[in-house]
């Protein structure tokens, strides 16, 4: 009889430990899946910008056309005043003069000048 209560007693419940222990793995999940959440923000905001600096660079490379020859210059703009509705992307164009033909590359900076994108192009004297 004596043998019987002792195995009811052992599997009476839950210990305190088991408890702490499986909230520790419960959180440790958590934590797992919430920093993912936000690199995928992170990776989903990237993405957007370099959309839109892709948009902005193709934008420069067209008004290359309507421009003469002899004003292609280098010129560097800053943030605001690059677009007036895209505050937080500047452009810098490098124009490298080869005689008949120039090289442009043209570069378009976002997030502080950390990430750019970039476009080369050569422009022939007709």
Known sequence: ??????????????????????????????????????????????????????????????SLRSLPYASIDSESGSYGSSWNDQHDFRQERDVTDLGNVKRVKIKVYFDNDRHYAEATTIIAKL
């Open 1 to 62: 009889m004596k043998s019987k209560n002792k195995k009811q007693k052992l599997q009476a419940g839950v210990s305190l430990l088991e408890v702490l222990v499986t909230v520790l793995i419960v959180t440790g999940g958590l934590v797992v899946v919430m920093s993912s959440f936000i690199g995928i923000q992170k990776s989903s905001r990237y993405v957007e910008h370099m959309e839109t600096a892709n948009s902005l660079l193709r934008l420069e490379m067209e």
